[in-house]
């Protein structure tokens, strides 16, 4: 079964130019996440979709960032238009709902490394 | 203060050596814990949950004190391939999102 894939894996845009992320999550895992780790310091959360309806976007940045996820199965996050503290590692995740209480594992895919200069 | 606080350590351990990394969250209403592993330049992966009562995997014994908001992570008889970075991480409290410490870094040497 495949995992979460991310493309591109490595993008060097200038400041001010606009990038796209995507993301495609596990088959059949409604709930996705995207986090960012910039140099230095611990991934933070920018949001989580659970099929197309984002749950959480508490942790995005500001309104630079867009993501979107039509029709509840792969998703973008566009930066428009990016800045140098954009920079870092963005993963994305993907989780199954799940029956209980109890959390389900969320698996990563292997980021996208953004470098604006 | 962050939220979630490790030792960023690097830790140089020979191979067979036991090594202990602790955790600790501010927010008590946290509901979830894990241990994730990162290897350089890869994703995060689940390593363990964290019961309240401590469980075992193999090597590796994870116990969380809830009164303390503690979190640890024993890896006993190290082995090379246990290189990498750890990342302590906590969910609830607010949502389904994780939260993540900074990491500590392993490196088991012969």
């Known amino acids: 079964e495949a995992g979460v894939t991310q493309f591109p894996s490595h993008s060097v845009i200038e400041k001010g130019q606009t990038v796209t992320l995507r993301c495609d999550p596990i088959s059949g895992h409604d709930n996705l996440y995207w986090y960012r780790r910039v140099m230095g310091k611990e991934i933070k959360f920018l949001l989580h979709f659970v099929k197309e309806s984002k749950q959480d976007e508490s942790g995005m940045p500001n309104n630079r960032f867009l993501a979107e996820r039509t029709g509840g199965t792969y998703s973008t996050l566009k930066v428009q238009p990016a800045e140098l503290e954009d920079s870092g590692v963005y993963f994305c995740?993907?989780?199954?709902?799940?029956?209980?209480?109890?959390?389900?594992?969320?698996?990563f895919g292997q980021g996208t490394r953004l470098t604006v200069v | 203060r962050k939220e979630v606080e490790q030792d960023p350590g690097p830790f140089n351990v020979p191979e067979g050596a036991t090594v202990a990394f602790n955790c600790t969250y501010s927010?008590?209403?946290?509901?979830?814990f894990f241990w994730y592993r990162q290897d350089c330049r890869k994703e995060p992966k689940l390593l363990m949950s964290v019961y309240s009562s401590g469980n075992e995997d193999g090597r590796f014994t994870a116990q969380l004190n809830r009164a303390s908001q503690y979190i640890s992570l024993l890896i006993r008889d190290s082995k090379l391939s246990d290189s990498a970075t750890y990342l302590c991480v906590v969910k609830g409290g607010g949502g389904n999102k994780l939260t993540f410490g900074t990491g500590t870094q392993l490196k088991v040497e012969l």
């Open positions: 995740a993907s989780s199954p709902i799940t029956g209980d209480n109890w959390p389900a594992e969320a698996f």
């Open positions: 927010n008590s209403a946290s509901q979830s």
